[in-house]
C-alpha cells in the first residue's frame, strides 16, 4: 500500500523506530495530523491516520501517566515465557469487527494472570478463525498503542479454510487488545477487553 509521504514520515517517530517521542513531539505530531486531515486522501490513506491519531492519544495517555516515552518502551517485550500458566478467566466484551466477505475470527475463551487486561500481565486467546478473502494470512494478537519485539506466541501462519487458534501475549502497555489477519497489512480484525481497554470503533474500514 502506498502511502503519502508526510503519513510515512509521521509513522516513524510514533512506532518507537526513532529517538522516543518527547511531550512537545506529540504536540507537533497532532499539528501534522490535523494538517493531512485537511488533504484530498484516499480511504487507504484515511485508515493510516485513523491510527495515527490513536497513537498520538496513546502516547498522550502514557505522558500523562508519567511514562517514560523512550525507543526502549515504544519497542515493548511482549513475549510470553514457556512455563506461563493463564489460570483465571477474563470475561471479557467485544469491541469494532471489521471483515472482508468471508474471513471472520470468533473469540471462544480468554484466559490470564489475572482477571483484567493490566500492564504486565499475560493472558492467552483462544478461537477459530475463517479465511476465504486470501489463500494465506497470518493471525496476529497484539495491543494498539506501541510496537512490540519478541513474541512468536502472538502470530500464526494460516492457509485458506477453517480451523482453530491459540494465541499469547504480555499486555506492554495501556492500549486496545486485537486478533487480526495480516498479508502483510491487517486486512480484518476484531477487538476485545475490558472496560476501557474495548475498543469499541476503530474509525475506519479495513481496505
Known amino acids: 500500500m502506498k502511502v503519502c509521504p508526510r503519513v510515512a514520515a509521521l509513522l516513524v517517530p510514533i512506532c518507537g523506530c526513532s529517538a522516543g517521542p518527547t511531550e512537545a513531539r506529540v504536540v507537533e505530531l497532532q499539528a501534522q495530523v490535523a494538517e493531512l486531515q485537511n488533504r484530498d486522501c484516499n480511504a487507504e490513506v484515511q485508515a493510516e491516520l485513523a491510527e495515527l491519531k490513536r497513537e ?5 495517555a502514557g505522558i500523562g501517566k508519567g511514562a517514560k516515552t ?5 519497542h515493548a517485550d511482549a513475549s510470553v515465557p514457556p512455563n506461563t500458566t493463564f489460570p483465571v478467566v477474563i470475561n471479557y466484551e467485544l469491541g469494532d469487527a471489521d471483515f472482508h ?4 475470527i470468533t473469540l471462544e475463551e480468554v484466559r490470564g494472570t489475572s482477571g483484567d487486561f493490566s500492564v504486565g500481565d499475560y493472558f492467552i486467546v483462544r478461537g477459530t478463525y475463517t479465511l476465504q478473502s486470501r489463500a494465506e494470512a497470518t493471525l496476529s494478537l497484539s495491543v494498539t498503542g506501541g510496537s512490540t519485539t519478541g513474541n512468536a506466541r502472538g502470530r500464526l501462519d494460516v492457509t485458506q479454510g477453517t480451523g482453530r487458534f491459540e494465541l499469547a501475549t504480555r499486555m506492554p502497555y495501556d492500549g486496545y487488545p486485537h486478533v487480526t489477519l ?3 497489512k491487517p486486512f480484518g ?9 474495548v475498543l469499541r470503533d476503530k474509525g475506519f474500514k479495513y481496505p
Request: glycine share 24%; no cysteine.
Open 56 to 60: 498520538v492519544e496513546a502516547l498522550r
Open 70 to 74: 523512550t525507543g526502549q518502551q515504544a
Open 182 to 184: 495480516r498479508d502483510g
Open 101 to 104: 466477505e468471508g474471513d471472520a
Open 189 to 197: 480484525g476484531v477487538y476485545f477487553g475490558k472496560g476501557q481497554t
